[in-house]
């Protein structure tokens, strides 16, 4: 062989290595870690480079790749990154988790083991209230009294289940099906191994505020915590190209030029034609792309024009 390869380091984190193996609490007694990693920022940049030829070389550069990949899409170089961790979580947050189908995943059995004896509690102020827009989302919180009512009726509930599930278990029921009355509120444990694309999919979806509360605390600590140590300039790629971008459809595009040029009627014509102004009794009729449209025209300080 003529050609000459460069020498090759083990590529290390020094800031994710210092949080190796540490657990960072969610929920009152979930926990989620990070195992073991593979790759850096400096994975996708060299990933990227086997595509584009030997090119950049200083941080500055690096960091202006990683954003052009993140930009236009090209996403298998952050595929070159993997992450494992150890996650502690309620079987109803999990439930949602395991739908991310590209992940390599082990959870701890319970017809092999014992289930884990803790199930997720709710404090009095915790409660939330059903959201009416949003069939599944939550807003607002119940009053004390009622929390706390519905928290006691949660403890007996485990309490009942739990007792039930070892009662059956002392008497040699099998495991598997012992379980079968325990809630979704039980905890569960699993390795879960994802490279950097799938994960950044599932950052987006579930730190998305739109995602369950109790999720999105695991996405957060994953993203805010974790990722931003781990590549910190996909990260910052990521936050600004995918998280805290909008996305506008051509109709939309279309009434704000015309918003901006001051040409109202256009404006409301289109939206008409869209199908967002149907009316009955004097009242606009709830349309979600028109009330999408208006989130967005509020974020960028544009009156609605209807
Ligand atoms: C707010 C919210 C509400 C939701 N509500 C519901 C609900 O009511 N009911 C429900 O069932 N689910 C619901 N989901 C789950 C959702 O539909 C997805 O299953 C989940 O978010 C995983 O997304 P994904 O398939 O993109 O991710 P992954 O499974 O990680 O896949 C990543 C990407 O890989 C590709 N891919 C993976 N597998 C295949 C395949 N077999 N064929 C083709 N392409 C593939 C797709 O491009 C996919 O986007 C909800 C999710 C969110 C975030």
């Known amino acids: 062989m003529t050609e000459e390869f460069e020498k090759l380091e083990p590529i290390r984190v020094p800031e994710l290595d210092e949080i190796l193996g540490k657990p960072f609490k969610v929920l009152d007694d979930g926990f989620i870690r990070v195992v073991d990693y593979m790759g850096s920022d400096q994975s996708v940049v060299q990933a990227a480079r086997v595509s584009y030829g030997k090119g950049t070389k200083k941080l500055r550069q690096d960091r202006g790749l990683i954003r052009y990949l993140m930009r236009h899409k090209h996403t298998t170089p952050f595929e070159m990154c993997e992450i494992k961790f ?175 040029a001051d040409k109202i009627d256009d404006a409301l014509q289109i939206a008409d034609n869209a199908g967002w102004l149907k009316e009955k009794e004097g009242k606009l009729l709830k349309n979600l792309e028109r009330m999408e449209m208006e989130e967005k025209l509020e974020m960028l300080g544009i009156k609605k024009p209807w």
Do not use: C
């Not at 807003?139 to 007792?163: I, N, P, Y």
């Open 86 to 260: 150890h996650i502690r979580i309620p079987m109803d947050a999990w439930r949602q988790w395991i739908r991310h189908r590209t992940a390599n995943v082990n959870e701890y059995s319970t017809r092999y083991s014992i289930a884990i004896d803790s199930a997720q509690t709710t404090k009095p102020d915790e409660w939330r209230m059903q959201s009416k827009n949003n069939k599944q989302g939550s807003a607002g919180f119940f009053d004390t009294e009622t929390g706390e009512k519905l928290t006691e009726e949660e403890r007996r509930l485990q309490k009942l289940a739990r007792e039930t599930y070892q009662k059956r278990i002392d008497l040699g029921v099998a495991r598997e099906q012992a379980r079968k009355d325990l809630p979704l509120s039980t905890y569960t444990e699993a390795y879960w191994k994802i490279d950097l694309h799938n994960l950044l999919h599932f950052l987006r979806l579930r730190m998305e505020k739109n995602a369950q509360l109790e999720i999105r605390k695991y996405a957060e600590i994953i993203g805010h915590q974790i990722v931003s140590k781990w590549v910190p300039f996909t990260w910052e790629a990521f936050l600004d190209y995918e998280m805290n971008a909008q996305k506008f459809s051509a109709i939309e595009l279309e009434v704000i030029k015309n918003l901006i």
